[in-house]
């Protein structure tokens, strides 16, 4: 073999080995980082006051996969009720809804604690606090929301498009096939089932019948007679309170001073991991540069 080219592979070779080298070595000094981390970590939390109000966030989408899923938030809510320096529960809410299940979960979850514990459950609306969230919210002794929060939507909704007709225009043909008659359940492909649609309805109702259960076992006599209470439309805050769906419109630290005098906050929240956090801030930046850049033409049109 030519020399130049036995010199050249052995430098390769030797590169290699280099890299490889230096690759133990970087997973080395990372997971001594870690460990560094997690040790100064341990040895540098702050001590729990003797007495407090534990805090637990309710943020996002409500689902079996999302940070407000009920696994999460029902062992938040375990730890903050369980330790001995708890006072109270403030649960704080910025979130849409989502699964019923998921938020029939947390519901019950908080009943259950409540009860067993005796200690008191105070809820926060944020920006929104609405459905699957509101729900939530409902098992609270109290419930405060900002003047501006979108407060209620107590229903239940599902939703599809229908393109069997659309198929036919462009020349296409639905090939599902079942085995039970009503298998391919609402199939968008084809029209309307009667007997169907008589089911999902069904369904639906008494989903609702149990978020209205929900509701009128946590509110109580609070509720103001209304047709549209449980129409599944939502009100701002102040509009909320007329209606009984929420004790007041108070900031959570006024409630802190005058409920709860001396007591400080601990957060029992379920940690997020690193990509709801990227998440999350991506949505925060997002939402900041939308707003901004609505103001900024708000004010060139004023001009």
């Not at 890299?19 to 870690?34: D, E, K, N, T, V």
């Not at 084809?190 to 008494?206: F, G, M, V």
């Not at 009128?216 to 309170?241: H, I, M, Y």
């Amino acid at each position: 073999m030519d020399e130049k080219l036995l010199t050249i592979l052995s430098e390769i070779r030797a590169e290699l080995r280099r890299w490889r080298i230096s690759r133990y070595i970087f997973r080395g000094i990372i997971f001594a980082l870690l460990i560094f981390l997690i040790t100064f970590s341990a040895g540098n939390v702050d001590k729990k006051p003797e007495h407090f109000v534990a805090t637990v966030k309710i943020e996002g989408v409500i689902s079996s996969t999302s940070y407000a899923s009920a696994e999460k938030i029902n062992g938040a809510l375990e730890k903050a009720f369980k330790n001995h320096g708890t006072r109270a529960v403030f649960l704080l809410i910025n979130s849409p809804g989502g699964s019923p299940v998921q938020a029939g979960r947390i519901y019950r979850q908080i009943v259950r604690l409540k009860k067993d514990k005796k200690i008191p459950v105070y809820a926060f609306i944020d920006d929104i606090g609405a459905s699957g969230a509101y729900y939530i919210a409902a098992a609270a002794d109290k419930i405060y929301a900002d003047p501006s929060a979108i407060v209620g939507s107590i229903g239940v909704i599902t939703q599809g498009v229908g393109y069997g007709e659309l198929l036919n225009k462009i020349g296409l043909e639905d090939r599902t096939f079942t085995a039970g008659e009503h298998k391919s359940f609402l199939n968008p492909a084809r029209p309307i089932d009667d007997a169907e649609k008589a089911h999902l309805d069904s369904l639906l109702t008494e989903l609702h019948k149990q978020f209205i259960d929900a509701v009128k076992a946590g509110r109580g006599d609070k509720l103001k007679e209304n047709p549209d209470l449980f129409s599944g439309l939502f009100w701002t805050g102040t509009q909320a309170q007329k209606l009984g769906l929420i004790d007041g419109t108070d900031d959570r630290e006024v409630i802190l001073k005058k409920d709860f005098v001396g007591n400080k906050e601990v957060d029992f929240s379920a940690p997020k991991d690193f990509l709801e956090e990227l998440m999350h801030g991506a949505a925060t930046e997002s939402k900041a540069a939308i707003k901004e850049e609505m103001r900024t033409k708000f004010q060139f049109l004023s001009k």
